[in-house]
């Protein structure tokens, strides 16, 4: 062989290996659909957190001036509808999930590795110490799961960041993050709760009850002494605080619709495995996908209506 | 007959906790018409409210066998659910939708003296 054919050769081997890597098997195709969706959901689920926190905030800023001449303000007088520790453990939860799609999409080779596993051992390390939190066991207390479920749940997941994978360990973390990503999407769907029943959901409605009752307090006590347009804005400020309640719900609502798929879908993901063809597992992606938009669109709804905040100033 | 008009006293969380769910849900249908109803009942619903939130902070602890341990922060809004019922009762003679609040309050007071033991 001269070094002609040598050369042509390798060059040919080249071509093969290139194309060889980009051609994902069935199962790597769907775990990095998979993976997409999942990571653009739970960053959606994060920023749905954070908005109604705000949203409440706002809302409250107004029961605290209604009340201001009877009270006068005291610093305790000011709780965010979650506080921060609260907040905390839900951010680092859903930070989890949404490492565990990077990692999935990591082994399979569609994104790259050495940034992705620094963060994923860094969120890792952060659910094994969320394990042991309080806040957690206080969390699934609350939603009314048992605490050591979900603790060896979030411990596992810190686990599978916070080692090295390889693509040949795709099938056994699927295997292993079967159960802890749906005792994981569990808690924080029982967390958000009912609006009649228990949870977020259901304290957000008594909040916002109470706050709708202090504003109608506060206007007929005060609308002698109001001028036509101050009594206008008052009252304008009731149907507002109703929407935003609603508003509010349906952002949490859709959130716990979209964790509730992210979990059947990662069943589906692992029960698919061995398939080529997996025409179930396509669908329930595309609902999740689909509860994903929803979950942004909520978002967005929501952080448009500035209405409120602009009369309760 | 007289014995159906006694109120049904929960003897349990879950139940005192839906009676005062019930509560506040009346409570915030109510639409009072003047600045003395309206405070009647915004402190009513904040009695109520932070009566539930207790409720939900002893069914946690009672998950880990911490039984009673919220009833010291429960008496503040029990005392006040007290005193404002002879006024709710007063409001309902004006507001149908109010109906049996009286009774509603001793269910949620009885309810919950059962459930904190105090």
């Given at each position: 062989m001269n070094a002609r054919s040598v050369l042509r050769l390798c060059g040919l081997l080249c071509v093969l290996l290139t194309v060889g890597g980009c051609n994902l098997s069935p199962l790597e195709k769907r775990v990095a659909a998979f993976s997409t969706a999942a990571s653009a959901t739970t960053l959606k689920m994060t920023s749905s957190y954070a908005l109604v926190e705000q949203s409440y905030t706002d809302a409250q800023s107004a029961k605290l001036v209604n009340n201001f001449d009877k009270n006068g303000f005291k610093e305790?007088?000011?709780?965010?509808?979650?506080?921060v520790e609260a907040m905390k453990v839900r951010t680092q939860l859903l930070k989890g999930l949404e490492q565990y799609a990077t990692l999935l999409a990591e082994v399979t080779g569609t994104a790259s590795v050495s940034a992705i596993d620094k963060q994923s051992q860094a969120t890792g390390k952060s659910l094994q110490s969320l394990a042991k939190d309080s806040g957690l066991a206080a969390m699934a207390g609350d939603a009314k799961l048992d605490s050591g479920t979900v603790s060896s749940a979030v411990d596992a997941l810190g686990h599978a960041l916070a080692e090295e994978k390889t693509a040949k360990e795709l099938p056994s973390i699927l295997d292993s993050m079967k159960q802890p990503v749906d005792n994981i999407c569990q808690l924080l769907v029982q967390d958000i709760g009912t609006p009649e029943g228990s949870g977020l959901r259901n304290q957000l409605r008594n909040d916002y009850q109470q706050i709708i009752a202090d504003q109608r307090t506060y206007i007929y006590a005060n609308e002698a002494k109001m001028t036509a347009t101050e009594k206008r804005a008052a009252i304008e400020l009731l149907p507002t605080l109703v929407a935003k309640e609603k508003e509010d719900d349906a952002t949490l609502a859709a959130t716990a619709e979209a964790l509730k798929k992210l979990a059947t879908t990662n069943d589906a993901l692992v029960e698919t495995?061995?398939?080529?063809?997996?025409p179930a597992f396509h669908t329930l992606l595309s609902s999740f996908e689909a509860q994903g938009q929803q979950v942004g669109s909520t978002c967005t709804a929501a952080s448009k209506c500035g209405s409120c905040s602009t009369a309760t100033k | 007959m007289a014995i159906n008009s006694l109120p049904e006293i929960p003897q349990d969380l879950p139940q005192t906790r839906a009676a005062a769910q019930s509560l506040l849900d009346k409570l915030s249908n109510a639409n009072p018409a003047n600045a003395a109803d309206s405070q009647t009942i915004s402190d009513a619903i904040d009695a109520v409210n932070a009566i539930l939130t207790q409720l939900n902070q002893e069914d946690m602890l009672s998950r880990d066998g911490?039984?009673?341990?919220?009833a010291a922060e429960i008496k503040a809004p029990l005392k006040k659910l007290t005193d404002l019922k002879s006024q709710l009762a007063d409001i309902a003679t004006r507001i149908?939708?109010?109906?049996?609040v009286a009774q509603d309050v001793d269910s949620v007071l009885g309810g919950c003296k059962s459930v904190f033991k105090i």
């Open positions: 305790d007088d000011y709780q965010p509808f979650m506080p495995k061995k398939s080529k063809d997996s | 911490a039984m009673q341990a919220a149908e939708t109010l109906g049996t």
